[in-house]
């Protein structure tokens, strides 16, 4: 938003707070027909028109022309990712060091990459990129904020997932580390359960070839099982019980596990919950494919 924009928005403020006063004025000076004071309250109507038209085009500024983190939030949960973003990154030239606003906007980009189609691999990668940069930067500036080793670890997750066998083992043990980190923070932090349950699912089900890869290039495999990525993803919906990725993802691994009636249990369940990202959505088409895969009623 620029200066001229915001000096707009304050005028408007001013002009809006004296109204009653300027009528009351406006009526007698017409009665002794004061052209002049015609002539200036007919601009005051046209600049009010034209504050209003700004304000509505720019809703998330104030009347100082002033943006704020709680605009960018707001934009987000409403899944209005292209004005979160402009948001954030005005923010960002103001305030680089901010990890508070750094990690959301490594949220932000796992976000806008995970709701773009499985086959644009490119597309999703360079938001991908841009939330591990923005991730990295967020712990450079705090190492102390949960939110912030969370996001860097669901970042690197779904970068993971984008990438080759053996990128994606390597990546896998910075998930595992960022994901304890953010728990070991802020033992309520349900995004980091549920990130590191899908963790614990992934290296559990990594096959021989992917295994001698990493034997050969990374000296060994990470740890995880399927017991402790059930113990993380129940976790993870006991914190946070709107959460749908939470259990779709717990659904993915029943399946993997061979409990079919679980999963079928969780994935109705996941259904029932909100819409809070976009790539929710998408979670729901997949979810809906496989009750008609599994589900016999």
Known sequence: MNILLALFLMIA??????????????DSLITEDNTQAKHAFAKKDTMMIAFAEAKEKHP??????????QHGDEAFQKIDYDRAQAIF?????????????LWRMARLNVCMGDAISYEKREEREVYYSKAVQYGQKAIECDDKNSQAHAWLA???????????????IRLATQVKLESEKAIKLDSTNGIAYSILGSYYRAIANIGWFERMIANT??????DGTYEEAEAAFKKAIALQPNVL?????????Y??????????????????????????????REIKELLKEYDAE
């Open 255 to 284: 399946l993997d596990m061979g409990k079919e009636k679980e999963a079928i249990q969780l994935l109705k369940t996941a259904l029932t919950k909100p819409i809070l990202m976009k790539n929710d959505k998408k979670r729901k």
């Open 154 to 168: 669901a970042a690197y997750g779904v970068r993971a997932e984008n990438s080759d066998s053996k990128e994606r």
């Open 89 to 101: 990154e005005k923010l960002y030239q103001r305030d680089s060091t901010s990890a508070a606003l």
């Open 245 to 253: 990725r939470h259990y779709h993802e717990f659904a993915l691994l």
């Open 60 to 69: 998330e500024a104030d009347t100082l022309g002033v943006i704020s983190i």
């Open 217 to 222: 290039f990374l000296g060994s495999v990470p």
């Open 13 to 26: 403020d001013t002009l809006t707070v004296s109204d009653s006063t300027l009528s009351m004025r406006r």
